[in-house]
């Protein structure tokens, strides 16, 4: 009798054999990059808003919308694209194959770690798009992207609970990176065999600030979640730029908008040094 394999493990053969080509690497190395360069900005913006000197809060699209007024605007978010989209690519092949934990027992931690590469891609795939609208001319997206999905939501059976625990879990992802930041347990994705011991040094710094700054606005984020769903109000729910002006809005608002920015451009460098040391499983 002939064995034939089920249709699951066809399409994780497959997604085996794309990864395993050095272009996927290098692809999901430019990803990191082009993450990096996002959030180098979202963070900048934000700690000239802070500081006095202009700039303003806004989320990763508001990023793209910077990159492609600047010269050779639209050459380089066409890199940064292609950068993204690697990055999308990665976050597949991480959702389906699971490589940093082959041959693992699967269990609630690991389900819940595929759910967010999924989410994740999914994420990107939308900031995707809106980098090629912004290259062809046609604009990107404008207004609050969480508030839209979030009166879509609201509108379906059961949509406040959906919404409450869609906040929850933005909660729960905050507070676990902010664990992570301070055991900085992140190490143990880079080749640190082939880092200095100073490149060691400043990439647990950088990583460690810019982790939990991430996670201190996703806080915020789910925070509002909840809010819109105790309250049926999708207004109420707020993406990154907006979370951001919130910290601005708070007493001595300056101060923690800026160390937030701070630790945002930190975490832009930190996934720079991701692109180069990396260890990309697959």
Request: charge should be positive.
């Amino acid at each position: 009798m002939t064995d034939r394999n089920s249709p699951t493990d066809n399409i994780k053969q497959s997604v085996r054999r794309a990864t395993s080509d050095s272009r996927f690497e290098r692809l999901a190395r430019l990803g990191y990059a082009a993450k990096g360069l996002v959030y180098f900005i979202i963070g900048f913006l934000a700690a000239q808003a802070a500081f006095g000197t202009g700039g303003r809060t806004t989320d990763s699209s508001g990023a793209l919308s910077t990159i492609v007024t600047q010269p050779f605007g639209k050459f380089l978010l066409f890199l940064v694209t292609i950068g993204i989209i690697g990055y999308v690519l990665l976050q597949i092949a991480q959702t389906i194959l699971d490589p940093e934990h082959a041959g693992e027992k699967m269990d609630a931690k690991r389900i819940a770690q595929r759910v967010g590469y999924g989410f994740s891609a999914l994420a990107y795939s939308g900031l995707a798009l809106t980098a090629v609208k912004l290259i062809i001319g046609s604009g990107g997206k404008s207004g609050n992207a969480t508030e839209d999905w979030t009166a879509q939501f609201l509108a379906q059976p059961f949509g406040r609970w959906l919404v409450g625990l869609a906040g929850v879990i933005v909660i729960g992802v905050g507070f676990y990176n902010l664990y992570q930041s301070y055991k900085a347990k992140f190490r143990r994705h880079l080749k640190l065999s082939q880092m200095s011991q100073a490149e060691q040094t400043w990439a647990v710094r950088l990583g460690r600030c810019g982790i939990a700054a991430r996670s201190i606005v996703f806080v915020i984020i789910g925070i509002f979640l909840i809010q819109a769903a105790k309250l049926s109000d999708a207004s109420q729910a707020k993406g990154f730029g907006e979370a951001l002006a919130i910290l601005a809005q708070q007493p001595f608002g300056s101060w923690l908008l800026g160390i937030v920015a701070l630790g945002l451009i930190a975490y832009g460098i930190y996934s720079a040094i991701e692109a180069r040391y990396r260890q990309i499983v697959r």
